[in-house]
């Protein structure tokens, strides 16, 4: 005799959660795995009613398990969110030609609007000519430290409030561990948080923070989903990949370890005179940044001047030896740019004072 679902006690059980270890049924675990990401949406108060939020998608299953989460839960519960999606077009021949193509199936299966943004457009570079540059060795550390500001850059373009990415528990742990090793107590207390202020007034955060990636993979092939699963042309980080395997090792033992950790990193506080870098803004670009010149400036003009392993291994002196050829577009330009669509974004608001759903481009005072 089948199996019965340990919540429901009347369908067939056919998915074993890794998390709680209950056999449940497949309407049962949509049901629980939704529930569990709106609980932690809500729990953490992370959007207000309005918010113009972004998510990160790249094709992958996370984010395509993301976009299809929020839709349903905006639609679900009200949240009253405008909802994008923000893709990175990091310019690799064979992987993200492939999965963007997923990310344009999604803007039409959810009906969602999308931006794409280009390492080409905004740096001038693509990761294949990055790697033909620099060789597969330290590729991954352009990569990361670019996207982070392209999606901030791509998030001022559309005067988002907020952008989700599809960082599930399993990243966040894997992250916990990765700063530990490396002894780095500042990224420690900043990677645990649910939701981090990026760009301004821009809030970051992560809603699969507690959801396993096993129970998000299991979710899209239930679900359907579309979603590109092909692993990156050039090399994973190695670094990311020891913890990852170490993790692995340790769920096999004791399956609760993902979110023991994570626990423990929440629980970590770094003592009050311990002195953590102060952040201020690049004096190039004029993105937010811990040193004069940001780590997105070094790299490039490492990489415009022949010498790619500035900003990996650079010297105070290789820095200031001189501007970079092409600037990037600055900071300020696209912030002043966002700040005036939200001008003209609040000023055509619906009147709160009035039941007419009034929009004006002259503002709500004049609504009778
Ligand atoms: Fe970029 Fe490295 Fe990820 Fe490929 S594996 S997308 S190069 S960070």
Same mark, same amino acid.
Request: glycine share 8%.
């Given at each position: ?30 049901? +629980? ?33 993301? =976009? ?26 064979? &992987? ?9 199936? *999604? ?22 000519? $990055? ?6 060795? *330290? ?8 996207? #982070? ?29 990765? *700063? $530990? ?21 821009? +809030? ?22 579309? &979603? ?15 913890? /990852? ?21 929440? =629980? ?12 201020? /803004?690049?004096? #190039?670009?004029?993105? $937010? ?80």
């Amino acid at each position: 005799m089948p199996r019965l679902c340990d919540i429901c006690n009347d369908a067939r059980a056919i998915v074993r959660r890794p998390k709680t270890a209950q056999s449940i049924c497949k309407e049962c675990f949509f049901h +629980v795995f939704e529930t569990e990401v709106h609980n932690t949406i809500v729990d953490s108060n992370l959007f207000k009613p309005g918010d113009r939020v972004g998510i990160g998608a790249s094709g992958g299953k996370d984010s395509t398990v993301l =976009a299809y989460v929020m839709k349903t839960l905006n639609d679900r519960y009200s949240y009253g969110l405008d909802l994008y999606l923000l893709s990175v077009d990091e310019g690799i021949s064979g &992987y993200r030609d492939d999965s963007l193509e997923t990310v344009k199936r *999604n803007k039409e299966q959810y009906g969602l609007p999308l931006l794409i943004v280009s390492y080409e457009q905004l740096y001038g570079w693509s990761m294949d000519s $990055i790697v033909a540059a620099v060789g597969r060795k *330290n590729n991954c550390t352009f990569c990361g430290v670019f996207r #982070r500001q392209a999606l901030d850059r791509g998030a001022l373009m559309l005067d988002l409030d907020h952008i989700v990415t599809g960082h599930n528990a399993d990243d966040v742990a894997e992250t916990i561990l990765m *700063n $530990i090793f490396r002894g780095d107590i500042s990224r420690l207390g900043r990677c645990t948080e649910i939701a981090t202020t990026g760009e301004g007034y821009i +809030v970051r955060s992560k809603p699969f923070k507690y959801a396993y990636e096993k129970e998000i993979v299991m979710y899209a092939y239930l679900r359907r989903l579309d &979603y590109f699963s092909t692993e990156c042309t050039y090399s994973p980080n190695a670094y990311r990949g020891y913890a /990852r395997e170490f993790l692995k090792k340790l769920e096999r033992v004791r399956p609760s370890a993902i979110l023991d950790i994570i626990h423990s990193g929440e =629980a970590m506080h770094v003592a009050k005179d311990v002195q953590l870098p102060s952040l201020d /803004r690049c004096q #190039r670009c004029g993105y $937010i940044s811990s040193n004069s010149i940001c780590k997105a400036c070094v790299l490039l003009e490492g990489l415009e001047r022949g010498i790619p392993k500035l900003g990996i291994s650079r010297t105070k002196q290789d820095v200031e030896a001189g501007p970079r050829e092409s600037d990037l577009v600055h900071f300020e330009k696209l912030r002043q740019d966002a700040l005036e669509m939200r001008k003209t974004r609040q000023n055509s608001a619906a009147c709160p004072q009035s039941a007419c759903a009034c929009r004006s481009e002259s503002g709500t005072e004049n609504c009778s």
